[in-house]
């Protein structure tokens, strides 16, 4: 099993909601990481897990809260988002961080849209 | 990491071989060069890597000068399912896992 799982496809929610975007793979992978693509621009990193601990930040907004339960799961849970929030959002996972098999597999992503 | 640059689009004949160019002139010793691709509304998806020595897979081939300030993906017989956004990454051993984007290449592969 080579894929990364990124629960749902899409999302549209409102300024107020709260909800949550699911991330799964099950390659034994202990490196996870969020993230987010605006229309025709390339993907920017906003956070890194590693072993289940978060190891960086991209100085991301904190109605941005990423969470990893297991070393299967990534979670990123959205709350009082705005409009320009409105993106693709990848989860992608690899091996390690720091060593040569870095190959990153990344999820389809979740579409998100806010009204 | 060291930047990159790619020119922003390309066009390649189906059948025939593409040849994507990447500058990185400011690449250190323990910097790797990195390829993905992200074909239209998917998930970006890993091509190939290497770090001074050219690299073959069943997708691309990888040539790498030897002074290792530039690189070209070889897609040896493009089909229309090569279209895509090609980027080109450097990547320092052991940094902690942050991957990098820039603005890659945009191939058009045509009939």
């Known amino acids: 099993d080579t894929e990364v799982t990124q629960t749902p496809k899409h999302l549209v929610m409102g300024m107020t909601n709260k909800k949550s975007l699911k991330c799964e793979q099950h390659?034994?992978?202990?490196?996870m990481y969020w993230y987010k693509q605006k229309a025709k621009k390339p993907p920017e990193l906003m956070f890194v897990?590693?072993?289940?601990?978060?190891?960086i930040n991209e100085s991301v907004p904190s109605r941005f809260s990423p969470e990893c339960p297991n070393s299967s799961l990534l979670n990123l849970h959205l709350h009082a988002l705005q409009p320009e929030d409105s993106a693709l959002y990848l989860c992608?996972?690899?091996?390690?961080?720091?060593?040569?098999?870095?190959?990153?597999?990344f999820g389809q992503g979740t579409r998100l849209t806010v009204v | 990491d060291a930047k990159t640059t790619q020119p922003p689009s390309m066009d390649c004949a189906e059948g025939r071989a593409a040849n994507l160019p990447c500058n990185h002139s400011?690449?250190?010793?323990?910097?790797?060069v990195y390829w993905y691709r992200q074909i239209h509304s998917q998930g970006p998806q890993y091509i190939i890597h290497?770090?001074?020595n050219n690299e073959t897979n069943e997708m691309a081939s990888l040539i790498i000068t030897e002074d290792r300030k530039s690189s070209t993906l070889i897609l040896p017989h493009a089909t229309l399912r090569d279209t895509a956004v090609y980027y080109c990454?450097?990547?320092?051993?052991?940094?902690?896992?942050?991957?990098?984007f820039g603005q890659g290449t945009t191939l058009q592969v045509k009939p």
């Open positions: 992608a996972s690899s091996l390690g961080t720091g060593g040569r098999d870095t190959e990153a597999f």
């Open positions: 897990y590693s072993y289940e601990k978060l190891s």
């Open positions: 990454i450097v990547r320092r051993f052991g940094n902690t896992g942050k991957l990098i």
């Open positions: 400011t690449i250190s010793g323990n910097e790797y």
């Open positions: 290497g770090l001074k």
């Open positions: 390659m034994g992978h202990r490196a």
